[in-house]
């Protein structure tokens, strides 16, 4: 079926990646079978979320790396951040 295939692909492209960073302010059912893929293969994982929002506690079986932000310039400059500390 093509939505398998699709799957696979992302998948893929998961467990091929140094890092996954997940959008955590609106929860999502769909995003959390990446977030497996991406634990099983032990990619490290940060959830980045709007100061205002309480996030899924479930996200905390898969992470304990959270950063939290006000506004798309914060969130810029904290990912910035991010990656440069990942990259040393």
Known sequence: ???????LNIKSVIE???LV??????P???QGI?????????IPIICVYKITTKISDSL??????FT??????DLLR????????FKE
């Open 1 to 7: 079926m093509p939505h398998e295939k699709q799957f």
């Open 16 to 18: 091929e990646s140094d």
């Open 21 to 26: 960073i997940v959008e955590a302010t609106y």
């Open 28 to 30: 999502s059912t769909g």
């Open 34 to 42: 990446e977030l497996v893929w991406a634990y099983e293969a032990k």
């Open 60 to 65: 905390r079986i898969v992470t304990d790396k």
């Open 68 to 73: 939290e932000y006000e506004n798309t310039e």
């Open 78 to 85: 904290k990912l910035a951040i991010i990656l440069i500390k």
